[in-house]
């Protein structure tokens, strides 16, 4: 089992910038895949970024350059730090991992780009 708490949505300008933490329950050594996902209202979920156990990173085309994915092992916190923040960008932000072939998910977090 894990849970996964993610925090650091708010509202934000167009060009602004914000980190989005996410805390699992339990060691993320035996974490395979790590990564965040986005829902706006009407849309399915999507990709954002993800990151594997030996650090290989791989990002959605609309956030590529703008926004990074990194883990924290030593404190269970997996991050998303996003620059150059566009409207298009306002989601519910979602942390997501897999263990043991098991897929666990946040609550979500809503990230609002407006000025």
């Known amino acids: 089992q894990a849970q996964l708490v993610e925090s650091g949505g708010a509202l934000v300008q167009p060009g602004g910038s914000l980190t989005l933490s996410c805390v699992v329950s339990?060691?993320?050594?035996?974490?395979?895949?790590a990564g965040w996902y986005r829902q706006a209202p009407g849309n399915q979920r999507d990709m954002v970024a993800v990151?594997?156990?030996?650090?290989?990173?791989t990002y959605s085309g609309a956030v590529k350059g703008r926004f990074t994915i990194s883990t924290d092992n030593a404190k269970n916190m997996v991050y998303l730090q996003m620059h150059s923040l566009k409207p298009e960008d306002t989601a519910v932000y979602y942390c997501?991992?897999?263990?043991?072939?098991?897929?666990?998910w946040g609550q979500g977090t809503q990230v609002t780009v407006s000025s």
């Open positions: 339990g060691s993320i050594f035996n974490i395979n895949v």
């Open positions: 997501h991992i897999i263990r043991a072939g098991i897929n666990f």
């Open positions: 990151i594997t156990r030996d650090g290989a990173t």
